[in-house]
């Protein structure tokens, strides 16, 4: 394989390491410690181990963590009653309410109840709405973490043409604003794109964000190409066995191209060390402090 790999965990422990420090400058200045407020609503065993996740790595950066699990019954009545709670606390800097919910019409809806300055997902339709016009506010963590990774790798990307694969509002969308932001040139396709190899082919940089095991092949790609692959894909193996794939092809796309996140320990660990990276810019903002950390 000739392809760099890009090791999102190495990175990643590097952001938390940063942010530990940060925190704990900001507690010894100013008496003032963040606070992580997570969500879950029903029993999805994904969500779950996440959760745990990010409660570990909250507390060892030194921040507190609340956490409230809810049944799967919670009206949503019940779950806005909650975040207004947690808006209202002032030990609560972040909140972060899991998705998927139980009812998908109530995602939205739970999300702009959300304080726009607590909002560490970067989902409210305000901190969506700075991005796109290019404002400070809170940015999604995954689409944060693969700037992060591209900007390492890359250095300047202004000029870069970067195509991204995946048009959702938590990667896909504010992926190219970020992009866009960088002063690339930033082509989106989807589902119902025409010839999209054309499109992929033509990229400096390329994001695969599809929720499709390995679609990306060889020939969607030109030589030098960094790609950032954001899928986590099970797929069966025989004997009853099961392994974790991205979106793309890492065997046929290795020999191709310039770089590549593997999947998984590329963008995966950048998504909690972003989550915290937000939660202390979200305590700073309330405090009315400068970020310690640039963007």
Excluded at 5 to 17: P, Q, S
Excluded at 36 to 42: D, E, I, N, P
Excluded at 124 to 143: E, F, M, R, W, Y
Excluded at 196 to 206: F, G, S, V, Y
């Amino acid at each position: 394989m000739s392809a760099t790999l890009i090791d999102g965990k190495a990175f990643a422990a590097g952001v938390r390491e940063k942010v530990a420090n940060a925190t704990a400058a900001l507690k010894a200045s100013h008496d003032i410690t963040p606070g992580l407020a997570v969500v879950l609503v029903g029993d999805d065993p994904a969500s779950e181990i996440y959760v745990r996740n990010k409660k570990k790595m909250t507390e060892e950066v030194g921040m507190q963590s609340f956490d409230y699990h809810l049944p799967a019954s919670t009206t949503r009545e019940e779950l806005l009653a909650k975040v207004d709670e947690l808006n209202s606390n002032p030990e609560v800097n972040g909140i972060l309410v899991q998705l998927p919910l139980p009812n998908k019409d109530d995602e939205n809806i739970v999300i702009n109840a959300i304080d726009p300055e607590k909002d560490v997902d970067g989902f409210h339709v305000i901190n969506s709405g700075k991005l796109a016009t290019g404002q400070d506010g809170l940015v999604p963590c995954t689409p944060l973490g693969c700037l992060m990774l591209l900007k390492d790798t890359l250095g300047d990307l202004s000029g870069k043409h970067a195509v991204v694969i995946g048009r959702s509002n938590i990667v896909g969308k504010p992926m190219s604003q970020l992009l866009l932001n960088e002063s690339c040139t930033v082509t989106t396709v989807h589902s119902r794109t025409r010839h999209i190899k054309e499109e992929t082919k033509r990229a400096d940089i390329l994001v695969a964000a599809a929720g499709k095991p390995e679609m990306v092949e060889a020939d969607w790609i030109k030589p030098g190409v960094v790609i950032i692959d954001v899928g986590i894909n099970r797929i069966a193996l025989p004997e009853g066995k099961s392994k974790l794939v991205g979106d793309v092809n890492m065997e046929e796309v290795a020999e191709t191209a310039a770089a590549i996140t593997p999947v998984p320990g590329g963008v995966g660990p950048m998504t909690i060390a972003c989550l915290l990276h937000n939660t202390l810019k979200a305590t700073c903002i309330q405090h009315q402090i400068p970020f310690p950390l640039g963007a």
